[in-house]
C-alpha cells in the first residue's frame, strides 16, 4: 500500500510545471491580450511557487510581485516576500494599505468587539479567531483567543454575530489586496495571477471578490501538498518551505492548519484525492492510520464546506426570464 505522500506525489515535476507555464503564457498573451504578470507575494509558498512558474513562463521583466503589508501583518512577511522576488529576479512594489484598512474602519469594527469581551486589550496585545482543536477531527465553534500584554492567552466565547463581524471586517483586507493589484496590473497590461490551491479552493478557504478575484489561477489544480513538492523541485527557498502557512491577517500569529484545518494537510489532501477518486475507506485507513470514524466526520466536514462554499466558485447568479 503507497503512503500519503506517494499517492499525492507529481509524478513528472519538470512536465508538470512545462504545462503550467504553458497554461500561463497562452491564457496571459492569448486568451487576455496582455503582456505580463501581477503577483500579491505574501511571503508563503503559494505565492512563491506562483512567481517561480510566472518567471520561468513569461521572464522577470514581465512579472510584477506587489507586496502589500498592514498593521496587523507579520513582521517577516515583508522580508520573505522581498526575499522570494530576490530568487527570481522580480521586480517588487511595497504598498501598506493601513490607511487604507483604518478608512473603512477595519481596525475598529473588530476592537470594538474584542474590547467588550476583554477591557484590558490593548495595543500590545494580540489577537486571532481560532476554533478548538480537536482529536475526533471536528470543527467546534469559533472563539476569540488573545495574547495580552503579560505573554498570558485568554480565550473567549464569542457569538455568531460578532464571529460573522470580525471575519467580515478581516475579508476587506483581502478585497483590498485584490484592488490594488488589479490597478498595477491594468496600468502595466498585465493579469492578475491567483494563488489559490486546489485544497483551499475546494472548500472555499478564499474570500470571494478577494484572493479569489484573479484573472487565472495557475494552482488550483495542484494539492497543498503537491504545492510544496514542486516548491522544491522550482527551488523556492527551505525558509519559505518550511514557514508555517498563515492568512497573515490576525495580529496574533496564526497557521492555515490552525485556523481552516484542524489536521495537517496531507491528511486534507488525501481525504480530497480520496473523495475525488472513489477511494474505499479501507484503504484511506491502511494509508493514514485514521479510524473509520475520524475519516468518515472529515469526509462529512469536507462535503458540507464545499456545498456551503459552492457560490464561491460560480459566476454570479442571474434572473432568467420566462417570455413563453
Known sequence: MESILDILKIRNENETVKRICDFIKNEISEDFKKTGAVVGLSGGI????????????????????IILPENESDSESVNDAENIARKYNIKTEIIDI????????????????????????????????????????????????????????????????????????????HRIRMTMLYFHAEKNNFCVIGTTNKSEYLQGYFVKYGDGGTDIEPLVNLYKSQ?????????????????????????????????????????VDLILYSRENNLPVKDIQQISNLSVDEIEKLVKTQKQKQINSQHMRETPHGWVPDFT
Not at 470543527?139 to 505573554?151: A, H, S, T, V, Y
Not at 514557514?243 to 496574533?252: F, M, R
Open 227 to 267: 504545492v510544496y513538492q514542486l516548491g522544491k523541485f522550482l527551488e523556492v527557498t527551505d525558509e519559505i518551505i518550511s514557514k508555517d502557512a498563515s492568512p497573515d491577517v490576525w495580529s496574533y500569529k496564526t497557521n492555515d492548519e490552525e485556523f481552516f484545518y484542524s489536521v495537517p494537510y496531507h491528511i
Open 46 to 65: 503559494d505565492s512563491a511557487v506562483t512567481a517561480a512558474l510566472c518567471e520561468r513562463a513569461l521572464g522577470a521583466d514581465k512579472v510584477l510581485g
Open 98 to 173: 493601513t490607511s487604507i484598512l483604518n478608512s473603512c474602519g477595519v481596525y475598529q469594527t473588530k476592537e470594538k468587539i474584542i474590547k467588550e469581551k476583554f477591557p484590558n486589550f490593548n495595543s500590545n496585545c494580540k489577537y486571532r479567531i481560532a476554533v478548538p482543536s480537536n482529536t475526533k477531527n471536528s470543527i467546534g465553534m469559533p472563539f476569540l483567543e488573545i495574547l495580552d500584554d503579560q505573554n498570558n492567552v485568554h480565550k473567549l466565547k464569542i457569538s455568531s454575530s460578532e464571529f460573522l463581524t470580525v471575519t467580515a471586517a478581516t475579508s476587506i483586507k
